[in-house]
Structures are given as structure tokens and as C-alpha cells.
């Protein structure tokens, strides 16, 4: 079979559409609410992550943030979500030390005493102004010059059995406000002073050090926070003097807050309503999830993974998901906080930090460089599952983008061939299939004129495959 890479001079409009041209100050498009706008270019954010990207850093086992962000760049990929700080991560570089091996804080240890790793406490109305001026703006503004939108996750849940590495355990700071794990992000914060008035200094000193980055979303919580006290901080920042842009998320959450009807900005999902990350039915199921998410605001699949709780390790399985939240409407970030370390398998193996597998920076790279190849408007599009059908071996499923009538991106997922139904409107159409593995288009390009029915048959292929349909001159 042959195969036809397709390459275009790109008119300056669309450089950077989804990642090159550095980044300005991101908006959602007021015209077409579930994308972004930065400047005059649209935005569509397809990224690769690692949450403790500000632990990790630059160490002697030869991982580098900067290598980390120009790996991004290289494959075209815009979005990253980072964890402010590893919030109950204390001892990670003292039980972990080739994953973690240049820890740093941005609360000042002043002491008098120590803590459970063994160095002066914390105070937690004191900053150490170095984290500031030596982690977070530098990579700020170096993901701006490569054109890399970063969330910032401000606050994390804890865990019972890992509270006592956290800096808001009494063991590690000097301010001993007296915290159970599960009551750091409650609603019960809005009723202890002390706490509330660090909570917000802490959120205070993020954002007048960062509010002059235009390529920053803030997530109030990763999978925690009190209906009220996220509500709060949402309302918080938006209302702060020093956060020009306003893009704010919840974060997943575990309570009551709802994401679709609250004041934040975009829509966050993970794995609840989805299921598991193993299979090609999970695809399905996340992407049906981020359809019923819909209510008007950006919704970004910020966190799948590999290995990780009962998942899969097959590198598949990223590009299945970019793929599948992309036809929904949605925005994607590869999320895996074990992958890097090592081999992925176990976090204490003794193997160094390493940067974004290539299989998995690839696959972000070829939807990306579909869109900017094929100059295709994107933010013009929504999701309509139920203009196309698939029918083949096993149970292939299909996922439908389009403007009908005038542009179809229909992404299969099973293996080939198959046969696939479309019901656009009259006129004269052209149909290629895409290869989202390689990035390559397959066979030549078909020209039909429409029907109430058109059928098009694939080519043989492995895993997924990607039929475009537009309107032809």
C-alpha cells in the first residue's frame, strides 16, 4: 500500500494553532467556547505531563527540565500540568533518590525543630523566594518561548497513610494547626482562621509571581476540595487583583462541587464516570463522559496514564485517548506520575528520571500535525457520534468531529478494515484515510459526490485509523 506523507507551507495564521508560535495570553474563544483563543490564533491543547516536574527538576542522574520542554516542542505538543509543589512528597527523595534527587520547596524552613525527613521545619506564611525565581518563572517563561500552555495544580488531597510526609502534618512545620488528613481542602477550612489566612497567602504569593504569564491555568485542587471551599478559591482567584486571565479550574473533584454549573472557567476530567485506562471500551467510555460534560466551557482530560491503578502499559493507549477526547471537543494531557521514573513498573527500582517516551510524544505529534497540515478549522467543530457508523471484525468503535456539511474527522478505533457510514449533506466531497500512528495519509484520495449515505472502505490497518472527509472546490 502506498503511503503519502502530506506537507504544506503553513500561512502564518495557523503557525501555532495547537503548539509552535510562542505563546501569548490564553483565552477561551468567546465565539466557540470549548477551545481557547491566544492572539488570533485558536488553540486546542494536546500535551504530556509529569505532576512532580518541580521536585524532579534538573538532577545528577541526567533529567532536565529544559530537555523535558524542548522534547514537547520538538513533537509540536502545547500543554503540560504541573503540581505546584509535592505537597505530601517529604521523604520521596530521601526513599526515592535516583527519581528525585534536587528537591526543593517554596515554603521557607526555618525551624526551630525538624521534620520527618530530617531538616528544619517549615513555616508556612514564610516563603523561600529561590523556588520562585529559580523553578516556577523560568519554566514559565521558557514554556512560553515554546509555545506550551502550563495548569498549575495549586492544592492536592491527602492520604491517611502518607499525611505524615506532608507539609501541613504538625510533624514538619512550626504553624501546628492541628490538621487530620482529610480536613486540608474541606469546607471546615472556611471555619479555622489560621489555616484559611496561609491557604490564601500561599494562593496569593502563586499568583503575583506568576500573573505576568499569560500561558498559565490555575486548578484549584487534583481530586479533593469541600463543595464550598473549592467554590471559595475559585471565586478567589477570579477576583484577584493579580490574575489578569481569569482561567480557572476545579479540578477533578470527589465532592459535591460541579464542575458544569460552578464559576470556574473549564471543565476537568479524570477517570470517574470513565472507568479504567486498559481497554478500547475505556476510550469509549471517557469520551462518551467528556460529551455529557458539555455545557459550554473548555473541557480538558487532564490525567490518563499508564500502569498506574490497574491500567494498561501498552503505549497505545495514549494516543487512543488524545484521539478520543479531540473528537469529543476536549483537550488531552498524558498524565503518567509513575512512567518517567524508571521503567514505570515500580517507583523505588532504582532507575533515574527520564523524559516523555517517544511512542507517546509521537502520538500527541501527528493529531497535531494533522490539524496544521490540513489547515483544519477545528474551532468551527463539534461532536456528532451519530453522523457516522463503523461496522468490521470484532466491534470497532467511531468517533465523529465535524461541521456538516463541510468537514468530517471520523477516528476509528479496532483493527481493519472496516467500513464506515457517513451521512453528510449533498455536494461534492474528498475522503483520505490518515494513519495516526505514523502520520501518514494511506492510498490516494477518494472523490464521491455526496448521498444520504455514503459508504467508504478502509484499508487494512492495526489498532486505529482516521477517515477525513471535506467538502472538495
Given amino acids: 500500500?502506498?503511503?503519502?506523507?502530506?506537507?504544506?507551507?503553513?500561512?502564518?495564521?495557523?503557525?501555532?494553532?495547537?503548539?509552535?508560535?510562542?505563546?501569548?495570553?490564553?483565552?477561551?474563544?468567546?465565539?466557540?467556547?470549548?477551545?481557547?483563543?491566544?492572539?488570533?490564533?485558536?488553540v486546542a491543547l494536546v500535551g504530556v505531563s509529569d505532576r512532580a516536574m518541580f521536585t524532579i527538576w534538573e538532577n545528577d542522574k541526567g533529567?532536565?527540565?529544559?530537555?523535558?520542554?524542548?522534547?514537547?516542542?520538538?513533537?509540536?505538543?502545547?500543554?503540560v500540568r504541573q503540581d505546584v509543589l509535592s505537597w505530601d512528597a517529604l521523604l520521596a527523595p530521601v526513599n526515592y533518590p535516583a527519581q528525585f534527587s534536587n528537591p526543593a520547596w517554596p515554603f521557607a524552613r526555618t525551624g526551630p525543630g525538624v521534620a520527618v525527613d530530617g531538616k528544619p521545619k517549615f513555616d508556612l506564611t514564610k516563603f523561600e523566594q529561590s523556588y520562585f525565581n529559580q523553578r516556577i518563572k523560568p519554566f514559565l517563561r521558557e514554556a512560553a518561548k515554546r509555545g506550551i500552555y502550563v495548569e498549575l495544580t495549586l492544592f492536592e488531597g491527602f492520604r491517611a497513610s502518607r499525611f505524615r510526609e506532608s507539609l501541613y502534618a504538625d510533624r514538619n512545620n512550626i504553624n501546628q494547626l492541628g490538621l487530620r488528613y482529610n480536613e486540608v481542602t474541606s469546607d471546615?477550612?472556611?471555619?479555622?482562621?489560621?489555616?484559611l489566612?496561609?491557604?490564601?497567602?500561599?494562593?496569593?504569593?502563586?499568583?503575583?509571581?506568576?500573573?505576568?504569564?499569560?500561558?498559565?491555568?490555575?486548578?484549584?485542587?487534583?481530586?479533593?476540595?469541600?463543595?464550598?471551599?473549592?467554590?471559595?478559591?475559585?471565586?478567589?482567584?477570579?477576583?484577584?487583583?493579580?490574575?489578569?486571565?481569569?482561567?480557572?479550574?476545579?479540578?477533578?473533584?470527589?465532592t459535591s462541587f460541579d464542575p458544569r454549573t460552578g464559576a470556574n472557567d473549564i471543565v476537568v476530567k479524570h477517570r470517574g464516570g470513565g472507568g479504567l485506562y486498559a481497554t478500547d471500551a475505556d476510550v469509549r467510555n471517557h469520551h462518551m463522559a467528556l460529551l455529557r460534560l458539555r455545557v459550554g466551557k473548555p473541557i480538558c482530560h487532564n490525567e490518563y496514564f499508564l500502569f498506574a491503578n490497574r491500567s494498561t502499559d501498552d503505549v497505545n493507549l495514549p494516543r487512543k485517548m488524545m484521539w478520543g477526547d479531540f473528537t469529543a471537543g476536549?483537550?488531552?494531557?498524558?498524565?503518567?506520575?509513575?512512567?518517567?521514573?524508571?521503567?514505570?513498573?515500580?517507583?523505588?527500582e532504582g532507575q533515574p528520571s527520564r523524559c516523555p517516551p517517544t511512542e507517546i510524544l509521537c502520538a500527541g505529534r501527528h493529531l497535531v500535525d494533522?490539524?496544521?497540515?490540513?489547515?483544519?478549522?477545528?474551532?468551527?467543530?463539534?461532536?456528532?457520534?451519530?453522523?457516522?457508523?463503523?461496522?468490521?471484525?470484532?466491534?470497532?468503535?467511531?468517533?465523529?468531529?465535524?461541521?456538516?456539511?463541510?468537514?468530517?474527522?471520523?477516528?476509528?478505533l479496532g483493527d481493519g478494515p472496516v467500513t464506515v457510514t457517513l451521512r453528510p449533506t449533498q455536494g461534492p466531497l474528498s475522503a483520505r484515510w490518515y494513519d495516526p500512528k505514523c502520520g501518514d495519509f494511506l492510498a490516494t484520495e477518494q472523490r464521491i459526490e455526496a448521498k444520504d449515505r455514503c459508504l467508504f472502505r478502509s484499508p487494512q490497518f492495526e489498532q486505529d485509523i482516521v477517515l477525513y472527509v471535506r467538502r472538495s472546490n
Avoid at 69 to 74: G, I, Q, R, W, Y
Avoid at 188 to 195: G, I, Q
Avoid at 202 to 214: I, P, Q
Fill in 370 to 412: 494533522f490539524l496544521t497540515e490540513n489547515e483544519i478549522e477545528f474551532w468551527t467543530m463539534a461532536p456528532h457520534d451519530e453522523l457516522a457508523a463503523v461496522e468490521g471484525k470484532g466491534e470497532p468503535h467511531v468517533f465523529t468531529l465535524a461541521r456538516p456539511g463541510a468537514e468530517y474527522i471520523c477516528y476509528v
Fill in 1 to 42: 500500500m502506498d503511503s503519502v506523507k502530506v506537507s504544506y507551507l503553513l500561512p502564518l495564521w495557523l503557525m501555532g494553532v495547537v503548539g509552535s508560535a510562542q505563546a501569548g495570553r490564553l483565552q477561551i474563544c468567546p465565539e466557540h467556547s470549548y477551545y481557547f483563543r491566544d492572539g488570533s490564533r485558536h
Fill in 188 to 195: 471546615e477550612v472556611l471555619n479555622h482562621p489560621r489555616l
Fill in 330 to 348: 476536549g483537550h488531552s494531557n498524558f498524565f503518567d506520575f509513575t512512567f518517567w521514573r524508571g521503567t514505570g513498573r515500580t517507583l523505588n
Fill in 197 to 254: 489566612a496561609i491557604q490564601h497567602g500561599y494562593v496569593d504569593k502563586v499568583l503575583s509571581e506568576t500573573s505576568r504569564f499569560g500561558n498559565v491555568i490555575y486548578e484549584i485542587a487534583n481530586e479533593t476540595g469541600g463543595k464550598r471551599w473549592v467554590a471559595h478559591f475559585v471565586d478567589y482567584i477570579q477576583r484577584h487583583p493579580t490574575h489578569p486571565s481569569r482561567l480557572a479550574s476545579a479540578g477533578e473533584q470527589t
Fill in 63 to 79: 533529567f532536565s527540565w529544559r530537555k523535558y520542554l524542548d522534547d514537547l516542542s520538538e513533537h509540536h505538543l502545547n500543554y
